[in-house]
């Protein structure tokens, strides 16, 4: 059975809307392109930062982050325009076991 927090990003993700979260403390403007598990099994998702605050510092545009879904907090679905980055054409290794990823 998924957390309410992954069935969050599997919609989102699914409908291409944004998400406005906390993820270890820091709040984050993210859209979800692949969601699943790990390798140990911890619900997972590869989003596309694009505004907010990061530890490592966002470049201006965003970039690409993996976040294990268990440290998300506060988490909202919100309207916007899409964001993505072209280096997503790359296989991706966030993801093992993949439940939805959007189309490129």
């Known amino acids: ?13 699914k409908s291409r809307l944004q998400i406005s979260c906390t993820y ?25 930062q694009f505004a907010g605050a990061s530890s490592t510092g966002l470049p201006l545009g965003g970039e690409w982050r993996c976040l294990r ?9 919100q309207q916007g325009a899409w964001h993505t980055g072209a280096s997503h054409l790359r296989p991706q290794t966030c993801v093992k ?4 990823e959007v189309a490129a």
């Open 1 to 13: 059975m998924s957390s309410p927090t992954f069935d969050l990003f599997l919609q989102a993700a």
């Open 24 to 48: 270890n403390g820091l709040r984050r403007e993210l859209c979800p392109h692949v969601i699943g598990w790990g390798k140990a099994g911890e619900e997972m998702a590869l989003t596309y």
């Open 69 to 77: 879904l268990d440290g998300v907090t506060s988490a909202v679905v």
């Open 97 to 100: 076991r993949v439940e939805f």
